[in-house]
């Protein structure tokens, strides 16, 4: 730049020393006045070249794939609000519509890592309105089941979890019949119908104790119906029984006491069973 304005001081100087003053007279007049305009313009190719402010560039194109890959780097080492805002804007600059879904996954995937469950399946959502029929979709529907399911502890803790995540679940075989998750997907909704199951058993277990009789019986009955796989059905079959013969009804207490010695001869309570429902005959 330095040399440039070097250059261009001495070809002004140039101009100018050939121009000597002109004698007065209407053809001197228009010499000065070419003169003059020649020095002008000169003077302003001088202010020009050496005003020093850069060459405007031309903005770079929007390159997705490779902020998607700076975005991943930043989620990675857990920067995550930097990461979402990167994932954001990919969203908005994708012109191609490739990486703008697998943004909006990693998106809640960020929330998933950060321990915040329902932002994360918040985002999720907004994937299954955005993509329904994207290749990810039954990935994002199996996620939002997965957050419910890792919140099931146990019975006690865990019923919300496991009621949310079984609802999910089923939601995933409706919706998408041919996931690839169908096989470890049938182990958890059992998993996830066990806990309300034993939930519902200690709720009318509780009742039972209380002597809220109706209350329990309302309990156990509905478990039957919802969840006959339930593994404590011979337990369940006794205390309804045992409901109705504290209540005086002593027909239906026969019935559910017959149940657990006929379908259940093996189990521990059969022999409580034949007590009770001999105790019941005149």
């Known amino acids: 730049m330095k040399q440039t304005c070097d250059a261009t001081r001495r070809r002004t100087a140039d101009v ?7 004698a007065k007279g209407a053809r001197g007049d228009c010499e000065v006045k070419t003169t003059i305009f020649s ?12 005003s020093g402010k850069p060459a405007v560039k031309p903005s770079e194109q929007f390159d997705p794939e490779k902020a998607f890959a700076t975005a991943n780097v930043q989620l990675e080492k857990k920067e995550y609000e930097q990461a979402r805002a990167a994932f954001l804007n990919i969203k908005s600059r994708d012109m191609t519509n490739k990486f703008a879904p697998l943004a909006q996954l990693k998106i809640a995937e960020s929330y998933v890592r950060e321990d915040e469950p329902e932002l994360a399946v918040s985002e999720y959502r907004k994937f299954l309105e955005a993509y329904p029929d994207h290749k990810y979709a039954s990935y994002a529907q199996y996620q939002i089941a997965m957050i419910y399911f890792n919140q099931v502890e146990g019975p006690e803790r865990g019923y919300g979890g496991a009621a949310k995540a079984l609802e999910e679940f089923e939601k995933l075989k409706k919706m998408f019949p041919r996931n690839p998750y169908k096989d470890v997907v049938a182990l958890r909704i059992q998993k996830c119908r066990n806990t309300i199951a034993e939930y519902e058993y200690r709720v009318g277990e509780f009742y039972y104790k209380k002597g809220t009789y109706n209350a329990a019986i309302e309990r156990f009955e509905g478990l039957l119906e919802k969840f006959p796989e339930y593994k404590g059905v011979a337990s369940v079959l006794f205390y309804t029984g045992m409901s109705y013969k504290n209540l005086g009804q002593k027909e239906k207490a026969s019935e559910y006491f017959s149940r657990v010695i006929e379908k259940y001869p093996d189990d521990k309570l059969v022999r409580d069973a034949k007590k009770e429902l001999a105790a019941l005959k005149p």
């Open 16 to 22: 100018i020393s050939v121009y000597p003053p002109l």
């Open 39 to 50: 020095v002008i313009i000169v003077f302003l190719l001088f202010i020009t070249s050496c």
